[in-house]
């Protein structure tokens, strides 16, 4: 896939990029239809940050223990943690745009900003099982 071979981080970051990329683009062209209100602005920042997810799970894929307390980091763990991790930081840097979308949309009561994190933790695995699935996982990819 692009000339690379696996095991490669650059090739972990692209399938992670692309991934992203894709539910970007299902949230880019989705959010008009449940929150009219939404500005092009919070539209294409919301791809956007689905793109950089999906490149730093590829990066993260380096690591496949944690360094720290040697806690084994297997693909599904990793995807989890950094995918979660980076919708919570969206959710307190957007609270207030992400809390009137929620109230519009109205899926199951569910209207609190925090449930974007439960998202990005599915967006985070889906991107990391593709990334170690075509690009490999673990030191092999930077050497």
């Known amino acids: 896939m692009f000339g690379l071979t696996k095991p490669s981080l650059a ?7 692309i991934v992203g990329l894709l539910f970007g683009l299902a949230v880019f062209f989705m959010l008009p239809i449940f929150y009219p209100d939404a500005s092009l602005h919070i539209r294409f920042g919301i791809m956007f940050w689905y793109i950089t997810i999906g490149a730093i799970v590829g990066f993260a894929g380096v690591l496949t223990e944690n360094p720290v307390i040697k806690f084994p980091l297997p693909w599904w763990l990793r995807g989890l943690i950094f995918g979660g991790w980076m919708n919570f930081v969206l959710a307190l840097i957007a609270y207030d745009q992400i809390q009137a979308i929620l109230i519009s949309v109205n899926m199951l009561g569910m209207t609190s900003p ?10 985070g695995l889906v991107a990391d099982y593709f990334a170690t699935r075509f690009g490999g996982e673990g030191s092999a990819t930077v050497s």
Do not use: Q, S, T, Y
Request: aromatic share 6%; net charge positive.
């Open 114 to 123: 925090l449930w974007v994190v439960v998202e990005g933790a599915i967006v």
């Open 11 to 17: 090739l972990r970051i692209g399938v992670g990029k």
